[in-house]
């Protein structure tokens, strides 16, 4: 499995506060059987984050990381904001696409329920040369979200759900709705230290959807397939 959403990379945004929390968090993702994670740092006006940074940050920790003898690849990666997409180069979001494969954008949508400006912004990647993941639809719960994420699938996106919103909480029973509809592809952990909060850990929604009787060959491409896939920068439809 690979994490295609976490805030592993210390002290750059609200994430992993340090070396040794991020060194924590390394050793979640190996424990529940993860085999690399991208490091996703808010891309956003309220977080400066330096994109020219990042990936000679990324390329440290996955040495400090792999000197601890845990076996996680570190990926590059950001979670860009819609709002600030317009504004980057080609250049920049090449630097923080998933795994670096130059094509797949983690897209955070603007607050409150999805609205056209996220269609927009999908084709606006699109016309430029990439491909969006749309990051947590489990924050924009409204009654059109299922239509809205529909019309962004047509449109070549990708949808990414968190995992610990799929095991509990206020919003599990819609997200499973979308699951269950074909409307996600890909499970990631969102996760922001190892002291609290979310874990690093996939493998308990998938035994949960498995429990829900969601087919194995749809997990294993959620699981496998898809992320792999993502950051390599290969190009992927949906298989259902």
């Known amino acids: ?135 947590h639809p489990e924050r924009h719960l409204a009654a059109d979200l299922q239509l809205r994420l529909e019309d962004a699938v047509r449109r070549g996106a990708l949808v990414q759900v968190t995992a610990a919103l799929l095991e509990a909480g206020p919003a599990v029973d819609a997200m499973l709705g979308l699951v269950a509809a074909g409307v996600v592809h890909v499970i990631a952990s969102d996760a922001h230290s190892s002291h609290g909060g979310r874990p690093v850990r996939l493998s308990g929604v998938f035994s949960r959807l498995r429990t829900a009787g969601i087919p194995a060959v749809r997990l294993r491409w959620m699981a496998e397939d898809a992320p792999t896939a993502i950051v390599a920068g290969a190009p992927l439809a949906p298989a259902f």
């Open 1 to 135: 499995m690979i994490d295609l959403h976490c805030h592993i990379l210390p002290g750059v945004d609200d994430g992993a506060l340090d070396l040794s929390d991020s060194l924590g968090m390394a050793r979640q993702a190996a424990a529940d059987g993860i085999a690399g994670v991208c490091a996703t740092p808010h891309i956003r006006h309220d977080h400066d984050v330096r994109i020219g940074e990042l990936a000679g940050r990324v390329e440290q920790l996955g040495a400090a990381v792999q000197a601890t003898g845990v076996h996680v690849r570190v990926f590059t990666g950001g979670e860009v904001s819609e709002s600030i997409v317009a504004g980057l180069s080609d250049e920049e979001l090449r630097a923080v696409s998933l795994g670096g494969g130059g094509r797949w954008i983690l897209l955070e949508p603007r607050p409150g329920p999805l609205s056209e400006s996220l269609t927009t912004t999908v084709d606006s990647l699109v016309a430029r040369g990439f491909s969006a993941l749309i990051a």
